[in-house]
């Protein structure tokens, strides 16, 4: 029986550490952009934060925009509206879903905007972000 609660815990406290987003954190990703984790709500896995992106070929550069998500079981969500009051508006939606790694959350992002025809248009990509 103590051998089974040993293994029991042993096996609990070895939940690998990539089921775990710590807030506050910042990361970074190949293109230098910069993700800021300030509040998370451990029992539903919500958070919220800034997301600054430096990308080059992109808009809305190098302001904090309101970051919004959810991490649950390794996985995580989030998204950016680039249409911040008080930044440059840029119209456009960003989301992004990947796993929280060890020490990178590499994601796949879709970036929805409306065209000159009023129709929806996505563009699609992958961020890797890393832990500063
Ligand atoms: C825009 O240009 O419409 C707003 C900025 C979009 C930046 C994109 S979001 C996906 C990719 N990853 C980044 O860090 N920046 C670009």
Do not use: E
Not at 41 to 48: H, L, S, Y
Not at 91 to 119: E, H, M, Q
């Amino acid at each position: 029986m103590t051998r089974l609660i040993v293994l029991l815990l042993f096996a609990i406290t070895s939940i690998p550490a990539h089921a775990q987003l710590p807030a506050p954190s910042t990361w970074v990703n190949q293109r230098g952009s910069l993700l800021s984790i300030q509040t998370l709500d451990a029992p539903t896995g919500t958070f919220t934060g800034t997301y600054v992106n430096n990308a080059p070929g992109f808009s809305c550069q190098g302001q904090p925009y309101p970051v919004a998500g959810v991490v649950s079981a390794g996985k995580i969500a989030f998204y950016v509206n680039w249409t911040a009051p008080a930044a440059p508006n840029c119209k456009t939606i960003t989301i992004w879903n990947g796993r929280v790694g060890d020490k990178t959350i590499p994601t796949a992002w879709t970036l929805f905007y409306v065209g000159s025809d009023w129709k929806f248009h996505k563009m699609t990509g992958r961020d890797v972000f890393t832990r500063r």
